[in-house]
């Protein structure tokens, strides 16, 4: 990639562009925004792996997500990935990468409100997973670990909000945990604010994750808590399986779910959770209770 940082923006006259920052760190991306002094190198092309400088600089007026549904053909997740986490689920590491989908549908804006169906609030076991995201930038299949970082376009801060009723309870998951209808509601996968280049961070292996619910700390861990690397992930998730450009992959959550709390910390209608990764950047997501959609009735 040619950029390090990208974003993508309404420009003051609004028209819309890709653009790397000029940061210094990614903490200046909301604060120079916020500050009204936020401006960005513009890039110009048909898809996200091939964008070219065009060598002007403009005000960013407006941070959009960097992803919509349409950029994105699917989310792949990858579960039970840290060891604290695993051992507050009550479960043993797997012996392979565990791995569920998410549809296209599920891509959310770094700042969007997310929709809770009616179907979700009761019981109202609505969850939030803090994780570093892969953005994959070519077609990649049997990629061995070595050339992993070839396939990466960037990474990304994402939240994998999960619907626990769906997922665990037997009432409505069954005997065996279901995860792709409970985890892959629309909006259930807000990412952002800007894609950061590998040339950046690497494999990203010692990054400082944490998640905030209305301010209150409850993920704090760093992404040496892997059990499974960067680069094992897109391995073996290309195995004998296309990652198709534009793939999004959800590298999984260390502890402090609400799930693992004692009582469980569950959202609530109007929370707000604030995912941070030191050098990617910070989304900030409300939860909102939908009001009048149907609800599906189990037939007699």
Known sequence: MTWQRLIKFR???GQ???GDPIINHADELLQKLEAKTLKAKVFEGSSIPALKPTGTEVEVAELIGPLTPADVPIVKCIGLNYMKHIKEAGRTPPPYPSIFIKGAPSIASWNEDIPIHPIIQKPDMLDYEGEMC???GKDAKNVPREKALDYIAGYMVG????ARSWQRDPKFAGNVPQWCFAKG???FAPVGPMLVSPSVVGLAENLRLQTLVNGEM???TNTDDLIFSVADIVSFSSQGTT???GTVIMTGTPSGVALG????GWLKDGDVVEVKIEQLGSIRNRMVWEHGSMVWQKPS
Do not use: C, G, V, W
């Open 11 to 13: 420009a003051p006259q």
């Open 16 to 18: 819309t562009h890709y």
């Open 134 to 136: 892969i953005l994959i």
């Open 159 to 162: 939240n994998d909000i999960s």
């Open 185 to 187: 509601f629309d909006k």
């Open 218 to 220: 409850r993920q704090d």
């Open 243 to 245: 990652l198709q450009e």
């Open 261 to 264: 709390m004692d009582p469980p």
